[in-house]
Every structure is written in structure tokens, then in C-alpha cells.
């Protein structure tokens, strides 16, 4: 009896698994690569800091499920304003399913609008131009290009400005400043020109 209850459990987490486009035990996600431009000058931005965080949910029952960060990585743009993360795979928890991988994108004097869900555009699976405002600022527009690029709006205010610095904290919850060192770096020094530049 208790190997009939146990086949059926496996069985059901099978489906759901199945359901969820993912597989039990098993996370992987391609090589995501992209370029990050200004959107006015279409010229490549250097030094942009881009992270990327491999996300999981894991069932709870009877509460649900929960997400977390299995994985962070994080590049710099080259002179070019091109990255690329490689492919990734890992074991996972056997009630766990694949999430999202979302990214963030900031250098400092551009628009940034926080973590993103945009892996099937750096992965070569979006089919049309998707573009965004910023919530604080409409006129702010950032465009995502189907072959990857990000193009990012250049910053004219301290206010704009201090709202994109706000938006790239993502400490917290599975994610600390060991994940992150160069974005760390990166927002403590623009914390550092506020601060003696109000």
C-alpha cells in the first residue's frame, strides 16, 4: 500500500512538473548573451553592471510554493556593451520546479528599472520589441530588441538619477553582498556622490 501511494505522489509530481514546463531534480537555463546601447545614440555603453539571478520554486504544501535564488552572476558590459552569461545546470530540491532568471542592468548616469524578466530576450526566444517606461518618469523609455539589445536612456536629473541608484538594491532574502560585489561597489560609490554632491 505504502508503494502505491508513493508511485502515485512521484506520478503527480511528474505531471506538475510536466505542466510547469520544467523538470524535477533537473534546472538548466541557456547562454544569455546581449549589448546594452543608449537608446538615443545607439552607441555601446561600457561598464554597465548586469546581473542575473536563477530563480526556483519549490512546493510547500499546503501553503504553496515559494521562490528563490539559486544562483547569481554578474558581468560587465565590454567596450562593445556586449555580455553573456553561460549556460547553467544544476541539481535541484525533488518538489522544485525552474523559475525565471531575471536581470539587472545599471550604470551609473542611466536609466535603470530595477530586475527584469527578460530571459527570452537574451536567449534568442522573443519575437517582437517590447518597450518600457519608468514608473517615476514616464518620458523615460528603455526598449528591449529581439537579437538581445537593451537600450537604456541617458540621465538628465539627480532626481532620475537617484530613483535608478534606488532600483538597483537587490540585497535581501537570498541574495547578499557576496553575490553581488561589483553592483555593491558600484551603488556604494554612487551613494558616495550623493551624498557629497546633494
Known amino acids: 500500500m505504502k508503494t502505491k501511494s508513493f508511485i502515485i505522489a512521484i506520478c503527480v509530481l511528474v505531471l506538475f512538473s510536466a505542466a510547469c514546463e520544467a523538470s524535477m531534480l533537473f534546472y538548466h537555463k541557456p547562454e544569455f548573451k546581449g549589448r546594452v546601447v543608449d537608446i538615443d545614440t545607439k552607441t555601446p555603453i561600457e561598464g554597465a553592471v548586469v546581473v542575473a539571478m536563477y530563480e526556483k520554486h519549490t512546493l510547500n504544501p499546503p501553503a504553496g510554493s515559494y521562490t528563490n535564488v539559486i544562483e547569481v552572476k554578474e558581468t560587465l558590459t565590454d567596450n562593445n556593451g556586449r555580455f553573456s552569461f553561460p549556460s547553467y545546470t544544476t541539481f535541484i530540491h525533488p518538489l522544485s520546479y525552474s523559475g525565471n532568471c531575471t536581470f539587472l542592468i545599471y550604470k551609473s548616469g542611466y536609466g535603470n528599472l530595477g530586475k527584469l524578466g527578460i530571459e527570452h530576450y537574451l536567449s534568442g526566444k522573443a519575437d517582437k520589441v517590447w518597450e518600457r517606461t519608468a514608473i517615476w518618469n514616464k518620458s523615460l523609455i528603455f526598449r528591449f530588441m529581439t537579437d538581445g539589445t537593451v537600450e537604456i536612456p541617458k540621465l538628465t536629473t539627480k532626481e532620475d538619477m537617484k530613483d535608478a541608484w534606488i532600483n538597483a ?29 546633494p
Not at 172 to 190: A, F, W
Open 169 to 197: 538594491h537587490i540585497q535581501g532574502g537570498s541574495i547578499d553582498k557576496d553575490d553581488i560585489p561589483v553592483l555593491l561597489k558600484t551603488v556604494t560609490n554612487e551613494n558616495h556622490n550623493f551624498m557629497t554632491n
